[in-house]
């Protein structure tokens, strides 16, 4: 799916991954104690952060990566009627 909006300096998009439906011993966890993922997928990336000395630093992460970020990272945005999270590559914590 082509993204119709493109993220600026060190600003990264992720389409954040479903919440559990159960737990592993299949209790089916209902909507109001579901817990916000804290993963999902890479789907726009900026052109990256100017150092002070003027240079261009290049994202670490890329287009489709899965990355784990942090529990209240990012702001919640809706593009084309999907429910998305813009934030700073120095929020994501790790690629999969």
């Avoid at 389409?15 to 817990?35: F, L, Q, V, W």
């Avoid at 993922?37 to 150092?51: I, M, N, S």
């Amino acid at each position: 799916m082509a993204l119709s909006m493109k993220p600026l300096a060190d600003r990264v998009i992720v389409r954040a991954a479903a919440a559990e439906e159960k737990t592993k011993s299949g209790i089916i966890i209902p909507d109001t104690a579901k817990e916000k993922p804290q993963r999902g997928e890479v789907v726009a990336v900026g052109e990256g952060k100017t150092a002070d000395s003027g240079s261009l630093i290049k994202p670490q992460v890329a287009v489709g990566d899965q990355v784990l970020y942090g529990k209240y990272a990012g702001t919640e945005i809706t593009v084309d009627g999907e429910d998305l999270l813009i934030m700073r590559e120095s929020d994501i914590f790790a690629v999969l």
